[in-house]
């Protein structure tokens, strides 16, 4: 059965970034989209970045020109790189990869 764990969370100040990453364990095939959630307290869980086979990598408003998804298909691992890191996007960060599931969640905190 193949897990996502994530790691890369912490808490940072604004204006720094962190590079979240999520391994898939075993063996994964076929993938058809993968990408990145985060849910603030309070608030609904919200798409990040999203990859569709076949296509381009969208990004919501919020974070376009600040975050950055990747993938290494050796390591089965996917990325996200965040920059510009500001207090409202304090939040924990998900990854999913469809048909496979969602990560455990990392916190980011971002605060002075």
């Known amino acids: 059965q193949v897990q996502l764990v994530q790691t890369g969370g912490g808490v940072v100040q604004p204006g720094g970034s962190l590079r979240l990453s999520c391994l898939a364990s075993g063996s994964i095939f076929n993938i058809y989209s993968m990408g990145w959630y985060r849910q603030a307290p309070g608030q609904q869980r919200e798409m990040v970045a999203w990859f569709t086979s076949g296509s381009t990598t969208t990004y919501a408003d919020f974070v376009k020109g600040r975050f950055t998804m990747s993938s290494d298909t050796a390591k089965n691992t996917i990325y996200l790189q965040t920059n510009s890191l500001e207090s409202e996007d304090t939040a924990i960060y998900y990854c999913?990869?469809?048909?496979?599931?969602w990560g455990q969640g990392t916190q980011v905190t971002v605060s002075s």
């Open positions: 999913n990869i469809a048909t496979y599931g």
